[in-house]
């Protein structure tokens, strides 16, 4: 399997303070993370957040490769192995994933890993390394394909299901980044004995700029998971203009067109920022969410959310937002023009989501990782 290796510099700085934090130990991480959606956002966070603990991390990429700003971004972090390997939604068959444990499995060995920590369960099916797994479910097929059409995954993807399965039961910890997820995943797959959750964080404080009278989202807008085409629709009945960021085209070339809202496109995450700095208002359409970074974004930014009445964002911005039927685009509209016609409770819903989002910190999260690394290298793991 072909690699591509962009060479970071953090690691040589890792050991400087070690005998600082932590248990003194240095901890080596063989990481893998992808370029498409939220897992790049959420390594680089956990990444960062991990430092302080003696953690060092080795990223392995698959998929699609990164942008330029993006390998710039991850640099100061680690060393970034890339390989020459699909994404398993994006893989044409079981066949195309065959090789990726063997090889995630060396990579290891030869980086001097003293654990993995896999983005996607598949990844670990089949593992064999007498190395501590953990498996970190950010999204699945399985349970998309359930929240968005309410149907048991089609046949021909049953594959894809096997795979996750084979991969949560092989890991030594199963990591959810919310309870509803947790949940979601319980009734797919059945009961996971060593499932684990641990809410994504980031770093960025955005709150404190002036306000203009614009609804931001941001999102893969291809993704029918995103429900673009219900913000569209309610566009029509918004009195704010809409703005959104991100792509409206999958990686296989598949378009979701939009005409009532302004689209920037795939923008640096640095706008994107920029643009939820400004924005009064930012929603979040989905019909499936097992975190949902963009609105931790906004609440971070002291604006007020309008997020979709599913299980993930009751769950963590319950009383800190407006919530709406996303199958209903009167339902959307009639929440955000509520908040247009009503300036004290924008401010008061946007000063209610930035205290929550104070939940959600890579401290936070970087600490309960490392403590389940911590439990994970220093028991015994047998492993055939």
Not at 285 to 299: D, I, M, V
């Amino acid at each position: 399997m072909n690699m591509l290796r962009m060479t970071g510099v953090a690691n040589s700085g890792a050991l400087d303070f070690l005998s600082r934090y932590g248990d003194g130990e240095r901890r080596r991480v063989l990481m893998t993370v992808d370029a498409v959606g939220g897992v790049w956002r959420y390594a680089i966070e956990l990444a960062r957040g991990l430092r302080p603990h003696g953690v060092e991390v080795v990223f392995a990429g698959l998929g699609p490769r990164p942008t330029r700003e993006k390998i710039e971004e991850v640099k100061p972090l680690g060393d970034v192995l890339w390989l020459d390997a699909p994404l398993d939604w994006m893989a044409r068959d079981e066949a195309a994933l065959a090789q990726i444990p063997a090889t995630l499995a060396q990579l290891a060995e030869e980086e001097g890993a003293d654990l993995l920590h896999l983005n996607l369960p598949t990844q670990a099916a089949g593992l064999d390394t007498r190395r501590p797994v953990v498996v970190v479910s950010h999204s699945c097929m399985v349970t998309w394909w359930n929240a968005v059409h309410g149907t048991p995954l089609p046949g021909e993807w049953d594959w894809i299901k096997r795979l996750n399965a084979a991969g949560m039961a092989r890991a030594d910890a199963v990591v959810s980044p919310s309870g509803s997820y947790a949940q979601a995943l319980v009734r797919c797959y059945g009961e996971q004995p060593l499932l684990h959750v641990v809410h994504n964080g980031i770093s960025a404080f955005l709150q404190g700029g002036e306000k203009e009278h614009f609804v931001f989202g941001a999102g893969r807008w291809w993704d029918e998971g995103k429900n673009a085409r219900a913000l569209d629709r309610a566009a029509a009945k918004i009195s704010w203009p809409i703005i959104l960021a991100g792509a409206d085209v999958s990686p296989s070339g598949q378009k979701t067109r939009l005409s009532r809202v302004r689209l920037l496109g795939e923008i640096p995450h640095r706008k994107v920022l920029a643009q939820v700095r400004q924005a009064a208002i930012v929603v979040s359409p989905s019909l499936y969410e097992p975190f949902g970074l963009a609105a931790l974004e906004g609440a971070r930014a002291g604006a007020a959310l309008v997020l979709s009445d599913i299980p993930t964002y009751r769950e963590l911005w319950s009383e800190a937002a407006l919530f709406f039927d996303p199958h209903d685009p009167d339902s959307l509209a009639e929440a955000v023009n509520r908040l247009v016609a009503d300036e004290s409770l924008r401010l008061e819903m946007g000063a209610r989501a930035l205290a929550r989002s104070r939940r959600f910190t890579p401290d936070v999260q970087a600490r309960r990782m490392a403590e389940l690394y911590r439990e994970l290298t220093d028991a015994p793991v047998a492993r055939a």
